[in-house]
């Protein structure tokens, strides 16, 4: 989906390059009946939610999604999956019963906000996604977290300062904090776990 937010073209590249076809589209019709979906971003949570509405495109990811359509968020479209943010005001998609809080890191920790660089998430349930064995490193670049009610949407989490959600998951929805697009090899091997999902 194009937003207008952040470099889409290096995702559509990755994908392209595992052998997968991807259409980059802000028609509502056209994401209502995509075999798979990906949601990108980069910025803001509230400019994130007001580009979706703009284009038509809320209602229409919130249709594909309820039609079992496999959807990924990457970042920000990570977050946009959830109830809503501290760092604004607007409603996110709702469809991982989560919020995103801003790091509050421990007294005396030598980490910074935001966190930016490579880190190998811990997975704490199976998933389609990323596994064990693969030992993945991804890249972070990120100020704010989910915090989800129900943790079994939690699928891996990282460590900055303390533990939060890296990937997480409901249904055939899909949410990762990092960048797959920037990760190498081991973005590469998520794509294409992900292309290989069917619809419901």
Same mark, same amino acid.
């Given at each position: ?20 076809? !991807? ?7 056209? &994401? ?13 949570? $509230? ?18 999604? @309820?039609? +079992? ?28 019963? !989560?919020?995103?809080?801003? =790091?509050?890191?421990?007294? +005396? ?14 997975? &704490? ?13 991804? #890249?972070?670049?990120?100020? #704010?977290?989910?915090?989800? @009610?129900?943790?079994? $949407? ?5 460590? #900055?300062? #303390?533990? =939060? ?7 055939? &929805? =899909? ?11 081991? +973005? ?11 619809? !419901?």
């Amino acid at each position: 989906m194009d937003l207008g937010l952040g470099n889409v073209g290096s995702v559509l590249n990755m994908v392209r390059r595992i052998g997968g076809t !991807a259409r980059l589209s802000h028609d509502p019709d056209a &994401v209502r009946t995509a075999p798979r979906l990906l949601l990108p971003g980069v910025g803001a949570f $509230d400019h994130g939610v007001h580009a979706l509405r703009q284009r038509g495109l809320f209602d229409a990811v919130l249709d594909a999604a @309820r039609a +079992g359509t496999p959807l990924l968020g990457l970042c920000l479209g990570m977050q946009l999956l959830t109830r809503r943010s501290e760092e604004g005001v607007e409603e996110g998609l709702g469809l991982i019963d !989560a919020e995103c809080r801003r =790091f509050t890191l421990p007294p +005396g920790s030598a980490a910074r906000v935001p966190h930016v660089g490579w880190n190998e998430p811990t997975i &704490v349930r199976e998933n389609p996604l990323i596994a064990a064995a693969d030992a993945a490193r991804f #890249y972070f670049t990120h100020s #704010y977290h989910l915090v989800c @009610r129900n943790q079994e $949407d939690v699928l891996a989490t990282a460590h #900055y300062g #303390y533990a =939060f959600p890296a990937v997480v998951g409901a249904g055939r &929805v =899909f949410g990762v904090q990092f960048h797959p697009e920037k990760s190498h090899r081991f +973005g590469m091997t998520l794509f294409r776990r992900f292309l290989d999902l069917a619809a !419901a």
